[in-house]
């Protein structure tokens, strides 16, 4: 089936839009590259409102953490880090410093266990400098796969056994075996390879299908776990970042988008897209840190 009626919800001009989640009564979405969290409107023609700033560095992605509201458990600069509703951080770890300002935190997603995965990537897309990480409910922070290029996802199938992760510059999504009690991830097994664009953040639904955005592709895309491809939403963006689903009745879909690296951006590029997805998802998981803060820092 081919949907092809997706509207445009903001003209948001957002250079890398990304990292939607449904809050339960709000989608919010990051702009990566300016370090900001936003809250989208619930109607067309509203602006979005900003939520925080970091300060300077880029914002990859959030999760809510459990216990603890309006804190954010972010892949944020060079790594991970609990923010507060200013932008202040208490660092869990730091692991891409020490390279030189060549590499920042990127997409991130939390497990049905209560774990935060975050991926690293290259500014520069060098091949092989990405790597993910997962940061246990102690706040402990594991490299749990290197020598990636630029990481995407990941998401999790409603049972937990199967973590997906998009590797964007080599157009593949990877289905891993994923351990629910300790986290160990299983040899991966591709679930699909594009030749037109390349995947890019994703969700999973309630049927255990992969919705992915494809950047560069001007569509998004529903994979079924054996990855034939049930169904495809086309974009007037050129560069779909990723996806959610929620809304009031639980089957919205919210498509970001970015105009980072396009020479003539059209409104639609950056805009926020939106329809119906015809099925629902997941909620948005809260991360688990049991971890005592320490003070922050700007």
């Known amino acids: 089936m081919t949907v092809t009626r997706p509207v445009m919800l903001v003209e948001a001009g957002l250079e890398l839009g990304e990292g939607p989640r449904w809050l339960g009564d709000r989608f919010v979405i990051v702009d990566i590259l300016d370090g900001v969290l936003y809250e989208v409107p619930g109607g067309p023609g ?10 300077g560095e880029p914002l990859g992605a959030v999760a809510p953490i459990e216990g603890r509201p309006g804190h954010w458990l972010a892949a944020v ?8 509703g200013d932008g202040a951080a208490d660092w869990l770890a730091r692991p891409e410093a020490g390279k030189n300002g060549r590499c920042r935190m990127n997409d991130g997603a939390v497990d049905p266990s209560g774990r ?10 060098t091949p092989g400098a990405g790597s993910l990480y997962r940061v246990d409910v102690d706040g402990t922070v594991v490299a749990a796969l290197t020598g990636l290029t630029i990481p995407n996802g990941p998401a999790f199938s409603p049972d937990g056994a199967t973590l997906y ?7 593949v999504i990877n289905a891993y075996p994923l351990d629910i009690d300790t986290g160990a991830l299983g040899a991966p097994e591709p679930l699909i390879q594009l030749d037109d664009g390349s995947p890019d953040g994703m969700t999973v639904d309630d049927e255990g299908f992969v919705w992915t955005a494809v950047w560069g592709g001007s569509r ?6 054996d990855g034939t491809i049930e169904r495809t939403i086309h974009l007037p963006c050129r560069q779909p970042s990723s996806v959610a689903i929620g809304g009031p009745h639980g089957t919205q879909l919210l498509v970001t988008s970015a105009r980072h690296g396009l020479d003539t951006p059209t409104p639609a590029d950056g805009a926020i897209w939106t329809c119906d ?5 997941p909620p948005t998981r809260t991360a688990v840190l049991r971890r005592e803060p320490q003070l ?3």
């Open 116 to 125: 935060f995965w975050a991926g690293s990537m290259a500014y520069d897309g």
């Open 46 to 55: 509203e602006p979005l409102r900003p939520l925080l700033r970091t300060s």
């Open 220 to 225: 998004v895309l529903r994979v079924s776990p």
């Open 165 to 171: 992760l998009a590797d964007s510059a080599r157009s």
């Open 277 to 281: 997805a015809e099925v629902t998802a």
């Open 296 to 298: 922050p820092q700007k």
């Open 77 to 84: 600069g060079d790594g991970i880090a609990v923010l507060d």
